[in-house]
Protein backbone atom coordinates (compact mmCIF):
# COMPACT_ATOMS: atom_id res chain seq x y z
CA UNK A 1 0.00 0.00 0.00
CA UNK A 2 1.14 3.48 -1.14
CA UNK A 3 1.07 5.90 2.01
CA UNK A 4 1.55 9.79 0.49
CA UNK A 5 3.39 12.21 3.00
CA UNK A 6 1.47 15.19 3.69
CA UNK A 7 3.56 18.25 2.95
CA UNK A 8 5.67 20.22 5.10
CA UNK A 9 5.65 23.84 5.21
CA UNK A 10 9.01 24.89 7.30
CA UNK A 11 8.38 28.88 7.80
CA UNK A 12 11.66 30.54 8.61
CA UNK A 13 10.62 33.60 10.72
CA UNK A 14 12.07 36.13 12.69
CA UNK A 15 12.87 40.13 13.17
CA UNK A 16 14.10 41.45 10.17
CA UNK A 17 18.54 40.94 9.79
CA UNK A 18 17.94 37.35 11.86
CA UNK A 19 19.16 35.95 8.74
CA UNK A 20 15.60 33.95 7.57
CA UNK A 21 17.14 34.46 3.77
CA UNK A 22 20.38 33.02 3.84
CA UNK A 23 18.96 30.17 5.82
CA UNK A 24 15.67 29.37 4.55
CA UNK A 25 17.89 29.12 0.96
CA UNK A 26 20.29 26.78 2.38
CA UNK A 27 17.63 24.54 4.12
CA UNK A 28 15.80 24.54 0.83
CA UNK A 29 19.08 23.39 -1.47
CA UNK A 30 19.42 20.87 1.14
CA UNK A 31 15.68 19.58 1.14
CA UNK A 32 15.47 19.73 -2.49
CA UNK A 33 12.26 21.81 -1.98
CA UNK A 34 10.82 24.83 -3.67
CA UNK A 35 11.61 27.93 -1.56
CA UNK A 36 9.38 31.50 -1.61
CA UNK A 37 10.87 34.66 0.07
CA UNK A 38 8.08 36.14 1.92
CA UNK A 39 9.00 39.20 1.07
CA UNK A 40 8.06 38.89 -2.65
CA UNK A 41 4.04 38.44 -1.46
CA UNK A 42 3.75 42.14 -0.01
CA UNK A 43 2.06 44.56 -1.88
CA UNK A 44 3.90 47.72 -3.17
CA UNK A 45 2.18 49.40 -0.99
CA UNK A 46 3.39 47.45 2.21
CA UNK A 47 7.33 48.21 0.82
CA UNK A 48 6.79 51.51 0.72
CA UNK A 49 5.17 52.26 3.82
CA UNK A 50 8.31 50.19 5.79
CA UNK A 51 10.83 51.98 3.05
CA UNK A 52 9.62 55.32 4.31
CA UNK A 53 10.39 53.71 7.90
CA UNK A 54 6.43 52.95 9.02
CA UNK A 55 6.17 50.11 10.89
CA UNK A 56 3.46 47.88 9.15
CA UNK A 57 -0.46 47.71 10.70
CA UNK A 58 -1.94 44.40 10.73
CA UNK A 59 -4.52 45.41 8.44
CA UNK A 60 -1.20 45.65 5.90
CA UNK A 61 -0.09 42.15 6.89
CA UNK A 62 -3.34 40.25 6.54
CA UNK A 63 -2.82 40.19 2.63
CA UNK A 64 0.10 39.86 2.50
CA UNK A 65 -0.31 36.93 5.53
CA UNK A 66 -2.65 35.20 3.30
CA UNK A 67 -0.46 34.78 -0.18
CA UNK A 68 2.53 33.79 1.72
CA UNK A 69 0.03 30.96 3.20
CA UNK A 70 -1.91 30.42 -0.95
CA UNK A 71 1.42 29.76 -2.35
CA UNK A 72 2.26 26.61 0.42
CA UNK A 73 -1.13 25.55 -0.50
CA UNK A 74 -0.73 25.48 -4.04
CA UNK A 75 2.24 23.57 -3.81
CA UNK A 76 1.27 21.42 -1.37
CA UNK A 77 -1.81 20.66 -3.93
CA UNK A 78 1.28 19.64 -5.99
CA UNK A 79 2.54 17.55 -3.30
CA UNK A 80 5.30 19.45 -2.76
CA UNK A 81 6.92 21.12 0.53
CA UNK A 82 8.02 23.84 1.09
CA UNK A 83 10.39 26.40 2.38
CA UNK A 84 9.67 29.93 3.33
CA UNK A 85 10.94 33.12 5.02
CA UNK A 86 7.92 35.32 6.63
CA UNK A 87 9.06 37.60 10.01
CA UNK A 88 5.65 35.93 11.64
CA UNK A 89 5.80 37.52 14.71
CA UNK A 90 3.08 37.42 16.23
CA UNK A 91 0.95 34.25 16.93
CA UNK A 92 -1.99 35.39 15.25
CA UNK A 93 -0.03 35.60 12.21
CA UNK A 94 1.20 32.49 12.29
CA UNK A 95 -2.00 31.12 12.66
CA UNK A 96 -2.93 32.47 9.70
CA UNK A 97 0.22 30.59 7.72
CA UNK A 98 -1.00 27.47 9.54
CA UNK A 99 -4.55 27.63 7.59
CA UNK A 100 -2.32 26.39 4.81
CA UNK A 101 -2.53 22.78 3.29
CA UNK A 102 -0.52 20.70 4.75
CA UNK A 103 1.67 20.61 7.70
CA UNK A 104 2.95 24.29 8.63
CA UNK A 105 6.38 24.18 10.71
CA UNK A 106 8.19 26.91 12.23
CA UNK A 107 12.20 27.92 12.12
CA UNK A 108 12.03 31.06 14.27
CA UNK A 109 15.85 32.52 14.38
CA UNK A 110 15.98 34.44 17.65
CA UNK A 111 18.91 36.17 18.97
CA UNK A 112 19.57 39.39 20.67
CA UNK A 113 19.02 42.74 19.59
CA UNK A 114 22.65 44.13 19.62
CA UNK A 115 23.44 41.04 17.39
CA UNK A 116 20.89 41.82 14.87
CA UNK A 117 21.27 45.60 14.67
CA UNK A 118 24.43 44.76 13.94
CA UNK A 119 23.74 42.77 11.06
CA UNK A 120 21.27 45.00 9.64
CA UNK A 121 24.34 47.80 9.64
CA UNK A 122 25.65 46.10 7.20
CA UNK A 123 22.96 44.89 5.01
CA UNK A 124 22.67 46.97 1.96
CA UNK A 125 19.78 46.76 -0.77
CA UNK A 126 16.92 45.84 1.43
CA UNK A 127 13.64 48.26 1.69
CA UNK A 128 13.44 47.09 5.87
CA UNK A 129 15.43 49.78 7.40
CA UNK A 130 17.09 49.46 10.84
CA UNK A 131 15.17 51.86 12.37
CA UNK A 132 12.17 49.65 12.31
CA UNK A 133 14.16 46.76 14.53
CA UNK A 134 13.09 47.92 17.73
CA UNK A 135 8.71 47.71 16.46
CA UNK A 136 10.05 44.42 15.39
CA UNK A 137 11.13 42.96 18.76
CA UNK A 138 8.15 45.23 20.28
CA UNK A 139 5.62 42.93 18.53
CA UNK A 140 7.43 39.54 18.67
CA UNK A 141 5.70 36.65 20.39
CA UNK A 142 8.17 33.87 21.17
CA UNK A 143 6.48 29.97 19.28
CA UNK A 144 4.30 28.71 22.11
CA UNK A 145 4.49 25.29 23.29
CA UNK A 146 1.73 23.94 21.43
CA UNK A 147 2.95 25.69 17.89
CA UNK A 148 5.09 23.09 15.95
CA UNK A 149 8.24 24.69 15.82
CA UNK A 150 11.68 25.27 17.31
CA UNK A 151 13.49 28.52 18.12
CA UNK A 152 17.02 28.76 17.38
CA UNK A 153 20.20 31.46 17.89
CA UNK A 154 21.33 33.14 15.10
CA UNK A 155 24.66 33.59 16.77
CA UNK A 156 26.54 30.87 14.90
CA UNK A 157 27.40 30.50 10.99
CA UNK A 158 24.36 29.86 8.50
CA UNK A 159 25.22 26.03 7.73
CA UNK A 160 25.19 25.56 11.76
CA UNK A 161 21.80 27.46 12.01
CA UNK A 162 20.54 25.16 9.01
CA UNK A 163 21.81 22.02 10.65
CA UNK A 164 20.22 23.10 13.66
CA UNK A 165 17.01 23.60 12.09
CA UNK A 166 16.58 19.93 10.68
CA UNK A 167 17.62 18.46 13.82
CA UNK A 168 15.33 20.20 15.76
CA UNK A 169 12.48 19.75 12.89
CA UNK A 170 13.71 15.85 12.49
CA UNK A 171 14.35 16.64 8.80
CA UNK A 172 17.38 14.64 6.93
CA UNK A 173 18.67 16.43 3.94
Known amino acids: MLVLQTPQ ?9 SGKTTV ?13 EGDDFHPEANVQKMAAGKPLEDEDRW ?20 VVTC ?14 DGAVRFA ?6 DVIGERI ?13 TSQFETLEEL ?9 DVDRGPEEIADA ?9
Open 108 to 113: HLSGEF
Open 144 to 152: EEDEDGIAV
Open 24 to 36: AKLLARRLAWPYA
Open 121 to 133: AYRSGHFMPSSLL
Open 165 to 173: VLAGLDLRA
Open 9 to 17: HIVVMGVSG
Open 87 to 100: SALRRVYRDVLREA
Open 63 to 82: PWLRAVADWMSAQARDRRST
